[in-house]
């Protein structure tokens, strides 16, 4: 029996050090189907503190306890200058598929109440939809 020396996978690596998050052009033309209210953004809430705010922080600065555990570190949410640029259907694609080490929702969370933190994402930073932005 002939013992045959194997190269290291490279999967492990992968996990651990993710490329770019490439978000298909349809999921960034998706438009959120629900209307902000006070309701939504209340559900949501309680979702993204109970979920989320552990890597981005109670107020999305990226700060939470785990914050320090990733590389890359948390977005931080509360920039409204890069959030203007993300559109609400990326916002759904990136909590709905995840990208390590932040972990999908799609399972976790149903559709509304996924476009529902999209709305709470928005209020961390008060930034609009790039749509929404006038042309400079």
């Known amino acids: 029996m002939a013992i045959v020396a194997r190269k290291k996978s ?11 998050w490439i978000v298909p052009e349809e999921a960034k033309r998706r438009v959120n189907p629900l209307k902000l209210s006070q309701a939504n953004l209340s559900a949501a809430r309680q979702l993204y503190l109970d ?3 552990e890597c981005h922080g109670d107020s999305g600065k990226g700060d939470g306890s785990q914050a320090k555990m990733y ?12 959030m203007s640029t993300v559109s609400d259907g990326e916002l759904f ?3 709905s598929e995840g990208h390590r080490p932040m972990p999908s929702f799609k399972k976790r969370f149903t559709e509304e109440q996924r476009w529902q933190l999209v709305f709470f994402i928005r ?6 939809t790039p ?5 400079k």
């Not at 209020?123 to 609009?128: K, N």
């Open 71 to 82: 590389d890359p570190l948390p977005r931080n949410l509360a920039d409204a200058q890069h």
């Open 123 to 128: 209020s961390l930073s008060a930034s609009p």
């Open 10 to 20: 490279p999967v492990i690596p992968v996990l651990f050090h993710p490329g770019p």
């Open 131 to 135: 749509d929404q932005v006038p042309p």
């Open 93 to 95: 694609y990136k909590i």
């Open 51 to 53: 979920k989320c705010a």
